[in-house]
């Protein structure tokens, strides 16, 4: 069985901006670090570790319980919405197609209503957001259930089991995949936020070139009343997406 990573696209901005975004949460940090005593310090990344450790064992109810909820919520609800308004809207036409482009003849203009078709059925953002196609459906679930959805969703091993339902390798080779490890960088307090820098070893490689690499991850924490929360932040700190293919041997593939 071979795993490869293999950049998939660009997401919007250039690596310039988030090199500038780390250097000035560096340049923040000996003021953060005057602000705050290492007691904080400690509570923080305590927090973080304790979170990450749920994460690692794929504990999805526990590390659920170190998340603040409630942006999460909000911006359920907002991808419920948009859901539905996509479904209120009809689909494009061939006669409507070819208005746009009188030269286009009827049959590109049916293969192209065809294709747009098929995409919009196989592509569903809530599915790839919270694992949960149906906007009633996710609508009716608790947020603490769609929390832990959310954060399964979001692990690098979804990822992996997505790709080997593609590549059609038995899936109790997974179960032999030891857990990701995780390896704590380091934590800045600022004010009311705090930033936990890590690393996890099922992670892409940290170096792709001479020119590109990707950051640490980094995991945002906001300061509670008695405690501090894990905020549901994806993590913008890698600059490129990537795609998973798994080769897996004739003699290891489902029939």
């Known amino acids: 069985m071979t795993i490869q990573w293999t950049p998939a696209r660009r997401r919007h901005g250039r690596l310039n901006a988030l090199v500038c975004g780390l250097a000035l949460l560096v340049c923040k940090t000996g003021t953060a670090r005057s602000q705050a005593s290492q007691t904080e310090i400690a509570a923080a990344q305590a927090m973080g570790t304790a979170f990450l450790k749920a ?16 942006p999460l919520d909000h911006y359920r609800l907002s991808r419920i919405d948009a859901a539905r308004r ?5 689909p494009i036409t ?6 746009v482009d009188s030269q286009m003849p009827r049959a590109v203009a049916e293969y192209q209503v065809q294709q747009m078709k098929e995409h919009s059925q196989d592509f569903n953002f809530l599915e790839l957001e919270f694992g949960i196609a149906d906007p009633d459906s996710l609508a009716a679930m608790p947020a603490s259930v769609v929390a832990q959805h959310w954060l399964e969703v ?20 997974l179960d032999s995949l030891p857990p990701p ?3 704590i960088l380091g934590t800045i307090v600022n004010g009311d ?3 936990l820098l890590y690393e996890r070893d099922d992670d892409p490689p940290p170096v792709l070139d001479e020119v590109r690499s990707v ?13 501090w929360w894990v905020l549901p932040r994806q993590n913008v700190s890698v600059n490129m ?6 080769e897996c041997p004739s003699a290891l593939k489902r029939k």
């Not at 997406?241 to 798994?246: D, F, G, K, N």
């Open 181 to 183: 490890q995780f390896r």
């Open 193 to 195: 936020i705090a930033y």
């Open 154 to 173: 979001h692990d690098r091993r979804w990822d992996m089991r997505t790709a080997y339902k593609r590549s059609r390798c038995p899936m109790s080779l």
């Open 55 to 70: 994460v690692q064992a794929a504990d999805w109810k526990a590390a659920a319980g170190f998340l603040d909820i409630v």
């Open 86 to 90: 996509r479904h209120r809207v009809l």
């Open 215 to 227: 950051a640490p991850n980094i995991l945002f924490l906001r300061r509670g009343l008695d405690s």
């Open 241 to 246: 997406t990537y795609a998973i293919s798994i």
């Open 94 to 99: 061939v006669e409507q197609l070819m208005k």
